[in-house]
Nanobody
């Protein structure tokens, strides 16, 4: 079992930045691919970014150049640095952990609201 707890969400103006953090506990963190999904009101959950245990990253096209995923295996942490935020980035952001393919574990979600 792996427990995931997100933090760092909030309200930010368009063009601003936020950093989401996800703390993992309960299992061998370095064995998982970690990542982020998001879900906006009335929309399906969509994949944002992922990072393998060795550090290889992938980002959705709609966040490339603006968001950066990273992890610290020593601290059991994964991060999502979000820059140049847009109102359409408003969503609940979920941290996940996957052994292979689809997520096996989810965090409870962190609200990000981009509004002036």
């Amino acid at each position: 079992q792996l427990q995931l707890v997100e933090s760092g969400g909030g309200l930010v103006q368009p063009g601003g930045s936020l950093r989401l953090s996800c703390a993992a506990s309960g299992s061998i963190f370095s064995g998982f691919v970690m990542g982020w999904y998001r879900q906006a009101p009335g929309k399906q959950r969509e994949w944002v970014a992922s990072i393998a245990s060795g550090g290889t990253t992938n980002h959705a096209n709609f966040v490339k150049g603006r968001f950066t995923i990273s992890r610290d295996n020593a601290k059991n942490m994964v991060y999502l640095q979000m820059n140049s935020l847009k109102p359409e980035d408003t969503a609940v952001y979920y941290c996940y952990a996957a052994v292979i393919g689809m997520p096996d574990y989810w965090g409870q979600g962190a609200q990000v609201t981009v509004s002036s």
